[in-house]
């Protein structure tokens, strides 16, 4: 049979064929009449071959798999074992690309859901968003909104990054008037200092990461437990070392200090066995 036929007969492409020939993986048959003749040898072989790749095996292991290119001395035992050793390893790609389409789904699902319910198109939690359209409206100053601007900036790449942990969004959900004043005047105060960051002490720098720490924990409220047993620690340390990066030069002992905080209290609320008082 011509290429042609080949390529129909085992649902691949005469493109592909020739590719097979120049890497050697498809012998090159003899010339009859003028063109190559394919035979069921190659048809076998090739249908072995678009098996495997489609299952995530690469060629250049399939040419081993098919023992083209297996050592001379190796016996069937150590060719068997090494066959196996590789496509296990195509199994472990393979369910590694499972986890990351089943999170790419998790988050086109998120994002359906936010657009059906407020038009919502991102991943940051509509409560998390409310709590700093809110907030801009009750800056008094410039600088106090640039500082909310700057946070939600930060909040916004973190969810889309992966890094902020969803439980974040149940310190927003539960905010009451109280706690609403409370961050806006915590925001202010920032604000006052931002401009000397650089030069706080680091017990000035402890009472601020005390405050916002203290505010965080109460608008968890009686969940506060739940919410920091619940949180993935390793995704909260990323979040804490981006907030690191993405802040000024002269800000960035603060914003460790906070972030440290903030990674303290995650941990010793994991390791509370759920008996002793809460912040």
Same mark, same amino acid.
């Given at each position: 049979?011509?290429?042609? &036929?080949?390529?129909d *007969? ?14 050697? @993986? ?13 035979? !069921? ?19 250049a292991?399939?040419? /081993?798999?098919?023992?083209?290119q ?10 068997r ?16 690309? !499972? #986890? +990351? #389409? ?8 998120? !994002?359906?859901?936010?657009?059906? %319910? ?5 991943? $940051? ?15 008094a100053?410039?600088k106090?909104?640039? /500082? ?7 909040? +916004? #790449? ?5 890094? $902020? ?14 706690g *609403? ?10 604000? &006052? ?21 203290d505010? @965080? ?17 390793? @995704? ?9 990066? #993405? ?5 960035? %002992? ?7 905080? @903030?990674?303290?209290t ?14």
């Amino acid at each position: 049979m011509r290429v042609k &036929e080949l390529a129909d *007969l085992t649902g691949t492409t005469v493109r592909t064929i020739r590719y097979y020939h120049q890497i050697g @993986l498809v012998p090159v048959p003899e010339r009859c009449g003028g063109h190559r003749d394919y035979d !069921l040898v190659h048809v076998a072989r090739l249908v072995r071959i678009r098996w495997l790749a489609q299952a995530g095996i690469p060629l250049a292991t399939i040419a /081993v798999m098919l023992g083209d290119q297996a050592p001379a001395a190796a016996t069937p035992d150590l060719r068997r074992q090494s066959v196996l050793a590789d496509l296990r390893a195509g199994v472990s790609a393979l369910e590694q690309q !499972l #986890l +990351e #389409l089943q999170a790419q789904r998790d988050r086109m699902r998120r !994002l359906i859901a936010g657009v059906e %319910r407020d038009g919502h198109l991102s991943p $940051m939690p509509p409560a998390v968003a409310s709590f700093y359209d809110r907030m801009q409206t009750r800056a008094a100053d410039e600088k106090t909104r640039r /500082v909310i601007r700057q946070e939600r900036d930060f909040m +916004e #790449l973190a969810f889309y990054r992966g890094d $902020m942990p969803v439980e974040s969004a149940v310190v927003y959900e539960k905010l009451t008037e109280a706690g *609403l004043a409370d961050s806006i005047a915590l925001f202010g105060q920032i604000a &006052e200092r931002e401009e000397h960051a650089g030069s706080l002490g680091e017990r000035e720098m402890d009472r601020i990461a005390t405050a916002v720490v203290d505010r @965080l924990t109460r608008h968890m409220g009686a969940d506060v437990h739940d919410v920091l047993k619940s949180i993935d620690l390793g @995704l909260a340390r990323r979040a804490a070392d981006l907030y690191v990066r #993405l802040a000024e030069p002269h800000q960035r %002992r603060l914003a460790r200090t906070i972030g440290d905080a @903030l990674l303290t209290t995650i941990e010793k609320g994991q390791a509370d066995d759920g008996d002793t008082a809460h912040p």
